[in-house]
């Protein structure tokens, strides 16, 4: 089952015995967990029904012994086991797994660890419940998803405050939801959240930021580009050089794909890249601007000070001065 599914069914009151939920995406786990705690049981039920264990504290006999013990003036006890993946002999809930009591709901959180589902014990919880896996959002999928999250919300987002998003906070779905769940705190619903929003109250400066800067070199905007890095020298978190690698060195990498993608029209390009259509027109014209030689080139470079920003072959340069000479030479 999907994780849309699942929430959809616990919210109808549609319960499994079993949930036992693992991967490397902490967010779907914990979304899915609180679903759980919100609708198994009502307020005045939880004091005796609802039981919270932790792996590392906890024994399996300790809790197979909560899932087979009766509710108290309730159809059902929920028995929630978090950070599952520290439990000493895990496996030894095989045993309850294969024969859950009807009257428990045990929800297993077995978070940023994907378990081994060719084992006997995987196959029996996704036969008596749900055996459910988080993955990680891709890069590519981030701002898709933060555009569909808002929307769930009640409100709308502008493109560029989505890549701002995307690319300062990553695919941290947890920080991205708190910072977003934060803001709708603040403005009406039905709003559409731009850059402006998020500069004042996230903390992300719409004009210098990692996503300005890679537009900066995707035009080889020169002084464009030095403002910003000076900006990022004088102000460090907001664009740390550890970030800003990767960010670049996926828009070289995506530039790189164009100038061998057959048929570049920007649909078949935005399909290719897994970028949202109103992306493409940007790295079409950067590829216009980079050969494929150049950008052979970049990516090397990039390589060259990743290693330098975590100090090998770098004894004394500061960031600020590593990102200049990185930028310079990028857009040389």
């Not at 499994?16 to 899915?32: P, R």
């Not at 005796?48 to 309730?74: A, T």
């Not at 405050?161 to 995307?166: E, G, P, R, V, Y």
């Not at 949202?276 to 601007?289: D, I, R, S, T």
């Amino acid at each position: 089952m999907d994780y849309k599914s699942i929430i959809r069914d616990i919210e109808n009151k549609k319960f499994e015995k079993i949930y036992f939920l693992h991967g490397e995406e902490g967010y779907f786990i914990d979304e899915i967990t609180k679903t759980l705690i919100d609708n198994v049981l009502e307020d005045h039920e939880k004091d005796f029904n609802q039981v919270l264990m932790y792996g590392k504290d906890s024994e399996v006999l300790n809790i197979v012994s909560e899932c087979k013990g009766y509710p108290m003036m309730s159809e059902r006890k929920l028995v929630v086991l978090k950070e599952a993946q520290e439990l000493k002999d895990f496996d030894k809930l095989e045993s309850y797994i294969e024969q859950p009591s009807d009257q428990t709901v045990f929800v297993i959180n077995y978070k940023y660890k994907t378990f081994d589902t060719r084992k006997k014990l995987a196959k029996t919880a996704a036969k008596n419940g749900v055996m459910f896996k988080s993955e990680k959002v891709r890069d590519y999928q981030v701002a898709e998803w933060i555009a569909g999250y808002v929307r769930s919300q009640q409100y709308d987002i502008s493109s560029k405050a989505t890549i701002m998003l995307a690319e300062f906070l990553g695919n941290d779905l947890s920080r991205i939801t708190n910072e977003l769940n934060k803001l709708c705190l603040l403005i009406e619903k039905g709003t559409t959240i731009n850059d402006i929003h998020i500069e004042e109250n996230i903390g992300i400066s719409k004009d210098y930021n990692p996503f300005e800067l890679t537009n900066a070199i995707a035009v080889r905007d020169v002084p464009k580009a030095f403002t910003i890095v000076n900006y990022f020298e004088h102000n460090p978190k907001a664009g740390d050089l550890m970030m800003i690698i990767p960010t670049v060195f996926n828009f070289f990498t995506k530039i790189m794909r164009i100038h061998f993608i057959q048929g570049g029209s920007k649909e078949v390009i935005a399909s290719a890249l897994g970028i949202p259509p109103f992306v493409a027109n940007q790295y079409m014209n950067a590829a216009k601007v980079y050969n494929a030689k150049k950008i052979a080139a970049n990516i090397a470079i990039l390589h060259e000070f990743d290693l330098k920003v975590k100090g090998i072959g770098n004894s004394s340069f500061t960031q600020g001065d590593l990102m200049r000479e990185m930028i310079f030479r990028l857009l040389h």
